[in-house]
């Protein structure tokens, strides 16, 4: 959030003499309380500032930044990742490049027959093996990607501020969402059910902005 040298002054006063009243703020910008409603409402919304009735306005102590990791933090990964771009491990490396480019994605879900979690290919991944000079056509795709267990993933219920920092920490692109389910053999599986990126985390931001 990006405040106006006004709120930034704003702040500055509230934080020297809070609490005070919005009439005392008007007084010392030269302002009439009209022409400063508007940022006061902005900057008690953003929970910078707070306000108690015939007490005035304080500080909470609160930064932008803590106030966006509040609002990642309440966000679940199942209310922002992307459909889930997947191949089976039987896949040629050649068919998976015309998926990706088709689909225009960064990286490959592998899942299993039983369409269980398998790995991730990235382009990257995909480009070695083009400069290799292999036929790619006869290469399966499962012989490139990350393996479980050394896939990073998110869950649908995961916050969407955690999972952004698994993005960096972990120098990826992106993740698999994943369901935590049971197979016909009782065995514990990831059930695939999106993918979460950078792209989201950006696409998030704008809609935030444009409220």
């Known amino acids: 959030m990006e405040l106006t040298k006004r709120q930034e002054t704003i702040l500055e006063i509230v934080n020297r003499h809070g609490p005070i009243t919005g009439a005392h703020i008007a007084e010392k910008l030269n302002l009439s309380r009209a022409a400063l409603r508007p940022d006061l409402a902005i900057l008690t919304m953003s929970g910078m500032l707070g306000a108690r009735p015939k007490v005035g306005y304080y500080c909470t102590g609160k930064t932008p930044s803590d106030l966006i990791a509040g609002v990642l933090g309440n966000i679940r990964v199942g209310e922002a990742h992307s459909h889930p771009v997947v191949v089976k491990e039987s896949c040629s490396v050649y068919d998976a490049i015309v998926t990706m ?10 899942v299993s027959e039983g ?22 056509n006869k290469l399966p ?4 990607m990350t393996r479980m267990p050394n896939v990073i993933v998110t869950h649908p219920e995961e916050s969407v ?29 990831y059930q695939v059910v999106g993918r979460f990126t950078k792209t989201n985390i950006t696409r998030l931001f704008v809609q935030l902005a444009g409220h």
Do not use: H, W
């Open 141 to 144: 795709v499962s012989i490139v």
């Open 101 to 110: 480019f088709m689909e225009d994605v960064g990286s490959l879900i592998i």
């Open 161 to 189: 501020f955690r999972a952004a920092q698994k993005l960096i920490t972990q120098q990826v692109d992106a993740m698999p969402v994943v369901n935590l389910v049971q197979n016909d053999a009782g065995e514990e599986k």
């Open 115 to 136: 369409g269980y979690l398998e790995g991730i290919a990235s382009r990257k991944d995909m480009l070695k093996q083009s400069l290799g000079g292999q036929n790619l």
